[in-house]
């Protein structure tokens, strides 16, 4: 599986089923300049939209969900995540729903869209890119931070 053109793949479902998003993660990072590989595809979405993105993706192969994840529970960092998942063969791509609420409510309110040779598709600012990599701390978000805000961001 390719993953640049499961991402398009996925926004433009999305952007089909008139569901607002916006991808975030690692696969932004890159798209914001600095260098970085990723695994999986990690896009923030609605709680109310959740239901209608699992049946938006469901023909693209992502039929695999697992169990609801909290993260920082009952803390001012706490977030929401659902996973999905899609197997072919050997291949596994895992869609990481990033929900729009707790430590991440208003992330939807500063998107941007980027035209790629595949499509458009709607990121998170490179502002929020940063305030949510500052809120999951680990060790990969805060090289990705210095990456965005030092020298290896073009």
């Known amino acids: 599986m390719n993953i640049v053109d ?3 793949a996925i926004g433009r479902a999305l952007r089909t089923a008139g569901i607002p998003y916006a991808v975030c993660g690692g696969i932004a ?11 999986d595809i990690d896009i923030v979405i609605d709680r109310a939209h959740l239901a209608a993105v699992l049946t938006a993706v ?3 192969g992502y039929n695999i969900p697992a169990g609801p994840m909290t993260f920082s529970p009952g803390t001012a960092n706490e977030r929401h995540v659902q996973r999905v998942n899609k197997i072919v063969g050997a291949e ?3 869609l990481d729903l ?5 430590a991440y409510a208003g992330v939807l309110d500063d998107r941007v869209d980027i035209d790629l040779p595949g499509g458009t598709l709607t990121f998170v600012s ?7 990599k500052r809120l999951a ?3 990969i978000d805060l090289a990705d931070i210095e990456k965005l805000e030092g020298g290896d961001a073009t």
């Open 6 to 8: 499961e991402l398009t």
């Open 29 to 39: 990072v890159t798209a914001y300049g600095a260098t970085r590989s990723t695994k």
């Open 58 to 60: 469901l023909p693209l």
């Open 92 to 94: 596994h791509l895992v």
């Open 98 to 102: 990033l929900l729009a609420e707790a």
């Open 126 to 132: 490179r502002e929020t890119l940063l305030r949510m």
């Open 137 to 139: 701390g680990r060790a």
